[in-house]
């Protein structure tokens, strides 16, 4: 499989920055529109094999109403996804020191009516998630159809992302924040860049 080259888009300089300032940032306009549209065939492909998201050793909690799909070897054109932010992270621990070593990260599904609650994905240091990240992979979203990503900064600024197609939210995954209620069925992959081995 070839790899995926860190697209033009990718404004190293601007991400570092506002990591440092706020952190968090977006990328717009993340990838090519052919690999946008073969990712999103593969994520629907797959959509039977969905399963609820759990919170912790499995077990299904309130607080969140996804369907999730790890990424492992056989889905090839997520990988690529995956390997472009392997190169983001040699950068962010060349910058910032964080020791990243590992990626995990899974295809969302939230249907209408799902949610996730306000919570943090490393609250208090308690696991080795540095980053997060989410690649929003719908063709289209209107503001009216919810799902958008509520995020306080580390300066206890919020933010409201909107979950726009071809878009990267990458944020501390210490921060506060939540998915607010989908009104239409929202795709992504959420990554999270570790500085441990995840157990799955």
């Known amino acids: 499989m070839e790899a995926l080259s860190l697209p033009k888009s990718w404004n ?8 440092d300032q706020h952190g968090f940032t977006v990328i717009d306009h993340a990838y090519p529109a052919e690999y946008v549209q073969q990712l999103m065939q593969e994520c629907t492909e797959n ?10 050793n499995g077990v299904i909690s309130k607080i969140r109403s996804d369907h999730i799909l790890w990424i492992n070897e056989d889905l090839e054109i997520a990988q690529q996804h995956i390997q472009a932010l392997q190169q983001l992270v040699q ?10 070593k590992e990626i995990e990260a899974h295809f969302a599904c939230y249907n209408a009516g799902e ?3 306000l919570h943090r994905d490393n609250p208090q240091g308690k696991n080795g998630r540095m980053i997060s990240t989410v690649y929003y992979l719908h063709n289209e979203w209107q503001d009216n159809w919810g799902g958008k990503l509520h995020l306080q900064d580390k300066n206890n600024v919020w933010h409201t992302l909107e979950p726009k197609p ?7 995954s210490d921060l506060l ?3 607010l209620e989908a009104k239409h069925q929202r795709l992504s992959i959420t990554a999270w860049l570790r500085s441990d081995t995840p157990i799955l």
């Open 91 to 100: 950068i962010f621990n060349a910058t910032f020191y964080l020791g990243i």
């Open 47 to 56: 959509l039977n094999r969905f399963r609820d998201a759990a919170i912790q």
């Open 177 to 179: 924040h939540e998915v």
């Open 12 to 19: 190293v300089d601007q991400i570092l920055d506002d990591l």
């Open 115 to 117: 949610f996730y609650a």
């Open 166 to 172: 071809n878009r990267i939210a990458l944020f501390q």
